[in-house]
Every structure is written in C-alpha cells, then in structure tokens.
C-alpha cells in the first residue's frame, strides 16, 4: 500500500526531526501567546468590574491597581515571548524548507543520473525539469508557510475549544456546534480537489517540456517559419493549464461563502446565550468579554481552513510526483568487481548478444564479436543495423537480453559501474558540449587536467589551431549545446575530450563525419598516435576512416556478415566492396 505524501516527507526528513519538533513547540507557542489578548481582556474587565473578588485578587493580590499594573506586565512578557517565539519558528522552518528542498533536489537528480537510458526515451526532459525544479520550490512555499499556518490552526482550535469548556460548557457546545459540518465539507472539498492539482502539476509539467524543446529548436522554428504554429501551441499547453487551474479555483473558493453561515451561527448562539448567563447571574462580565472576543478565534480560522488545505494539496501534488520518481528502481545496478585504470588490458568480447529496444524488433541477434587487446576495429553497416547499439551496450546504458560482454574475461555487469565507464572514452556521433568555455569541454571528465595536458589533446585532435583563432581562445564561451561552434568544430572538441581521459579503450562513433576532408585526412594522422597501446573500436559510413583498421566487420541486420582487413573485404566483393566503389567513385 501506498504511503500518504505527507507520511512520505516525514520518513525521509527523519534526520532532522530535532529540528521539526523544534519548528513544530515554536509555531504552537506563538499561536497560544497570539490568543492571549482576548483572555487578558477578560481579566482587566474582571479586574475592574469585580476589583477585590476578581480572578487576580483570588490570587492574593488585593489592589485593584496593583493588579492591573501586574496584568500590564504580564501583557508586556506575552508580548515579548511571542515575538520571540515567531522568530524561532519562521526561522526553523524556512531553513528546514531551505534544507530539504536542496537535498531532496540533489537527492532526486542522483536517482535519476542513475536510471538507465531507456527511462529518459519515454520520459520528456521538460517533465523532469518540472519536477526537480517547480514542485520541489513548491515543497519549500509549503514548509515556509503552510506548515505553520496548519499548525497555527490545530492549535488554535484545540485551545479556544477547550477554554470553552472549562468557562462556560454550556454554552460550548452551541458555539462548537457548526465544526462538525465545516470539517465535513472541508475534507470532501479537498477529497475533489487533490485530483484537480494532479492534473495541475503534470499539465505544468507538459508545459516545461514544450518550452524546453521549442527553446532549444529555435533555429529550426524561424528556418521553417513556424513561429505562428509554435506560438498556438504553447498557447493551447497554457490554456489547458489556465483551465484546469480554473477548475481547481473554482473549488476552492466555494468554500469560504458556503461555511461562512455556519461560522455566523456560532458566533450568534454565542453572543446569545453568553449575554442571557451574564443577565442572569450565572456568567461573570468579564468571561463574557472573552468568550465574544475569542467565539471569532474559534470559528474564523475554519474560513482560512480552505486555503490551509489549498496549500497542502498543491504541495502533497508535488510530493507525489517527487517521490514517485525517487521511487523508480534503477533497473541497471552496479557490480562488485573493481577494475583499476592501471590494470585494464582493453581486451573485449561480445559473446551471443541479443538486444532489442522496448517495443521493437532484435537490434542484434545472437552477434559474437572478439576485440583483441590494443587493436584498431572498424565497424561498418547501413543506419539501424546496431553498430552504435554495440557501444551503448558495452558502456552499459542498456542491458543485454541474452549473452553477455566481458572486458579482460570479467562479464561487465560484475564491474563496478563507474570503474567500467572510466576506462571507456566514448566520442559520439551527437556530440554535447556544456555551456562553458572550451577547456572547460576538453576537460570534462578529466578536471584535474592541466593548461599544457589540455592544449596537447587539442593538437593531437586538429583542434589547437581553430581554438586559438576564437576570441578568447581556450576560455571562448562555447553556448548552450555548443552551438556557437560548427560541427566539425564540436567533433574535435569532443575527441580532445576522450584523448585527455587517456582510456584503455576508445570508442570512435562516427567520430570524423563532420569534418572536412583536411580536417579528416589530419585526424587520420594522429590516429596512429591516439590509439596507441589502447583498444580502438572506430564505427563510420565514411570507410576513409577505418581502412587501416586491423579488423573491420561489416554488420547488417544485427549480424556480423563479412569480416577482414580492408583489402581482405574489397576481395570478397560484398556490402563493403559496394560501399568503398560508391564513396571512392570506382
């Protein structure tokens, strides 16, 4: 069964329940000091209507002055401890609110770093940016106020009641009498709203996904002029948002008028019958005066009871959908086995691999595939014959149906999850470039690296002699996605990147195909330098990049279906003989 969201943030904000309880005896001690003036009221009435048989004179003090200066001070101590007690809370909870959004935040992206991949493919960044950033902010507005305005009206309830009881018991129960029925209504309002919100929060959530991907598709938008077409989109987005905001407003707003009879009932039985026990005899004037005054702390409350709850549903959404994703098990976990940098051979196996994505058809089908240590392998076929699927699978971002993978003999799903990926330097196809400078992105993943260590890798990529004609050089800020940079420029970028990780085993995923041909013909050249004394799997449509390779296999349909040295395969005259006379022009 399910827990409550609220029973949720509890459990996972255990550490800090010093603090909670500490938030928790402020916030009622500040509302109980906030009820003293109606009761201190009561007593400066008693005080100069009774003077010697007053409530502070049964205490032994007989002067009618001397208790009122003894009330003053008392006023002027329950003012200060108030003051002093709001202080406390407003500070205990907004740095809780402060404290758990930041870690229930970072808390949430590590869960979802360590999803696999095929999560991200059925979920919208837009979605996820959502979650991690409004409905997280919308935890703190909660903890920063709703909290204590739930607490202040428990409290407040509870004590104006009881005083109630002990006063006056009679007349009690007729000022009580419509709680009942507000409490009824209240829980069945928010019975219907909570849904309402759900809808809310995921439509917020849409919304953050068609913003996302329209920003970052700018320049297609304006290419295609579709900025009309784009615009009625996230008008329609917005306006099922509005709506469906509408909807839940117009809930609970119905609250207040609906309970404010009751409310008015209560105060008139009070006003009432506490006039008619004064008239006779069995009321003292000045219990009177504070049960009028107080009749308005039992009973106003309940009218700001919708908001209270408006409050807490918004953020018991958000909850929800936090804690449903922290909830998501990670369906790729790590192994035991540590594999040091400095002891990895590079020699690699696929052994029967069958893999299909969710939904689809086998990518590949029952493929063996041996990579000897510090070898150059070219891997060629057609797009969608799996060539990249190898290498996802290998670095562990999906899991094999069937067969296995093994690095130096150890299956790679023994391996430490991090000690596998750390000894692989992937440079992919898609390139992706931080919003930083240049050394920056050379230096990702290797942030201990040097000036001098990150300008040899850019040599070493062809890429040290456009960096220096950009206008800050290496501390040229690159743009979201890298997008100040051209293609070509990005792939040397990136391959800078994997030669300054320095890895046993390098993965070269189309890593030339924007490149010009000088560009290429110079990479080329640095390649016998790069992939020296490392496992080298270089996958390209561009056969240029991979004829010197010392195997190459042909893949088609998930297959290996021709193998061999370059000249080897030209021999043969198959797939890859068709492909070198089309791209060489035979």
């Known amino acids: 069964m399910r827990q409550l969201p609220l029973l949720r943030l509890l459990r996972y904000a255990k550490p800090y329940r010093f603090q909670i309880w500490g938030a928790i005896l402020c916030s009622i001690c500040r509302t109980l000091l906030d009820l003293a003036p109606p009761y201190l009221i009561g007593v400066a009435v008693d005080v100069v209507v009774e003077r010697e048989t007053s409530l502070i004179a049964r205490l032994g003090i007989q002067d009618p002055l001397t208790q009122l200066l003894v009330l003053s001070l008392l006023t002027i101590a329950t003012w200060g401890l108030e003051s002093l007690s709001q202080y406390g809370a407003d500070k205990l909870w907004r740095n809780l609110a402060q404290t758990l959004q930041h870690e229930l935040r970072v808390d949430t992206y590590n869960h979802l770093q360590a999803l696999e991949l095929a999560y991200f493919e059925d979920r919208s960044t837009g979605t996820l940016v959502s979650i991690l950033n409004d409905d997280i902010n919308q935890l703190e507005r909660f903890l920063n106020f709703g909290a204590q305005d739930l607490l202040s009206f428990c409290t407040r309830v509870f004590a104006v009641g009881f005083s109630f009881v002990l006063l006056a018991p009679g007349i009690a129960w007729f000022a009580m009498l419509p709680i009942p029925f507000i409490l009824w209504g209240t829980f069945a309002f928010q019975f219907r709203l909570a849904p309402r919100y759900d809808a809310v929060r995921d439509q917020a959530g849409l919304i953050s996904d068609r913003l996302s991907n329209n920003l970052s598709g700018i320049a297609t938008i304006k290419s295609f002029t579709a ?28 609250f207040q008028p609906v309970f404010r009879f009751f409310i008015l009932l209560g105060f008139v039985l009070t006003l009432y019958l506490g006039g008619r026990e004064v008239l006779q005899g069995r009321l003292s004037v000045g219990t009177y005066g504070f049960m009028v005054f107080i009749v308005q702390d039992l009973l106003w409350p309940f009218t700001e009871l919708s908001e209270i709850m408006d409050e807490y549903q918004r953020a018991m959404a958000s909850i929800r959908r936090v804690m449903g994703l922290l909830d998501t098990p990670t369906a790729m976990p790590s192994g035991h086995h540590r594999l040091p940098l400095t002891t990895v051979r590079g020699d690699v196996q696929f052994e029967k691999i069958t893999f299909a994505y969710r939904d689809r058809n086998p990518v590949l089908n029952n493929l063996s595939l041996q990579l000897p240590a510090e070898a150059t392998i070219g891997i060629v076929g057609a797009t969608g014959s799996g060539k990249s699927t190898l290498v996802k699978l290998l670095l562990r971002f999906y899991e094999v149906q069937s067969g296995r993978i093994l690095i130096d003999g150890i299956d790679t799903r023994d391996l430490n999850l991090l000690d596998l990926r750390k000894c692989i330097g992937w440079v992919s196809q898609d390139v992706f470039l931080f919003h930083g400078t240049v050394a920056e992105n050379i230096a990702y993943g290797s942030f201990d690296a040097s000036r001098e260590q990150i300008v040899h890798a850019a040599k070493l990529a062809e890429a040290h002699e456009f960096i220096e004609q950009l206008p800050q050089g290496y501390q040229t800020i690159v ?98 003989a068709s492909l070198w006379r089309v791209q060489s022009g035979i």
């Not at 009309?228 to 839940?248: H, K, L, P």
């Not at 800078?496 to 320095?502: F, Q, S, T, V, Y």
């Open 227 to 254: 900025e009309t077409y784009e615009s009625d989109r996230v008008y329609q987005e917005s306006d099922v948002y509005r709506r469906n905001n509408g909807r839940a407003i117009a809930l609970s707003v119905a």
């Open 479 to 576: 743009g979201e996605r890298g997008q100040k940079l051209s293609g070509g420029q990005r792939q040397r970028i990136a391959i800078a990147r994997a030669i300054l990780k320095d890895p046993p085993i390098l993965i070269l995923d189309e890593a030339t195909s924007a490149v010009d041909n000088e560009t290429e013909a110079a990479i080329q050249k640095s390649l016998s330098k790069i992939t020296q004394n490392r496992t080298t799997i270089a996958i390209a449509h561009r056969l240029s990049t991979i004829r010197h390779s010392d195997r190459i296999y042909v893949i088609d349909k998930g297959e290996i279906v021709e193998q061999g040295k370059h000249e080897e395969l030209l021999a043969l005259d198959g797939i890859y």
